[in-house]
């Protein structure tokens, strides 16, 4: 399937019927990364949304924050961040987690710039998020309107990737509810908090976690793209 959705993607953009930066991303991943690529030689990038709610097909993102890991190392000063702006900041539940206000969004990026720079930033990397299904998903309904596209990066999961570490990869799948939280999983780690339910701050705080656990993984003798994926 996912073969098929880049050839789609790909003459699109040999008759001119993307943009640029979305054609370039495209490009780029052609070709998966190689499965037996060495972990330390992965570009990783961690990221984080912050949205209007938690519905996908209806809700829409307001915020994208991201970093990139390489050879382990955080790259603080190889980071995204951008508000989008949108009819509306979410709902009153919303709000008060994400703090993002209506007038906040006046001067934000367009929601189609947006994408298409975090298409740019994203290019050839392992794409990291925390309970990663959610923010995939509203990222593609995002894509999928603007450019009829999905990500094709590859996507690891931290709180799936931390139950594997802690428990093994065939470990039972029964554990407390709230036992990989973010919260919960930089209280084990000892990892400070700032700036939670933003998306920089969520973007940051689960990249720590991540050079954890890419550092218990090396010891675990997890050494290959293809053996974290």
């Known amino acids: 399937m996912m073969f098929f959705a880049k050839n789609k993607a790909t003459r699109r ?19 998966p990364l190689a499965k ?8 990783f990038v961690v990221f984080d949304t912050e949205t209007t709610g938690l519905d996908v097909k209806k809700d829409k993102i307001i915020s994208i924050g991201a970093v990139a890991i390489s050879d382990f ?8 961040e951008t508000l989008i ?5 979410g ?36 794409l990291v998020a925390h309970h990663a299904m959610f923010d995939v998903e509203i990222l593609n309904q995002a894509l999928n309107r603007f450019f009829d596209l999905k990500i094709f990066n590859a996507v690891i999961d931290t709180a799936d990737f931390a139950k594997r570490i802690e428990k093994g990869p065939f470990a039972s799948q029964d554990t407390k ?12 780690y000892r990892i400070p908090i700032y700036d939670r339910h933003t998306a920089p701050g969520d973007a940051f705080i689960t990249a720590r976690l991540f050079q954890i656990l890419l ?14 994926l």
């Not at 008759?15 to 930066?21: I, M, R, S």
């Not at 702006?85 to 900041?89: D, F, G, I, L």
């Open 36 to 43: 037996r690529r060495p972990l330390r030689a992965v570009r």
């Open 13 to 31: 953009c040999d008759k001119g019927l993307l943009p640029e930066p979305v054609c370039r991303y495209v490009r780029a991943h052609r070709t």
């Open 215 to 228: 550092y218990h993984a090396e010891k675990k003798r997890i050494l290959t793209l293809g053996e974290i």
């Open 177 to 188: 509810a709230g036992d990989y939280s973010l919260d919960k999983l930089c209280e084990r």
């Open 85 to 89: 702006r949108q009819e509306a900041s």
């Open 91 to 126: 709902d009153k539940e919303s709000i008060p987690v994400h703090g993002i206000l209506k007038k906040d969004l006046a001067t934000a990026a367009t929601e189609q710039g947006a994408l298409e720079s975090f298409l740019s930033y994203i290019e050839g990397s392992v």
């Open 73 to 80: 190392a955080i790259g603080v000063a190889d980071s995204f």
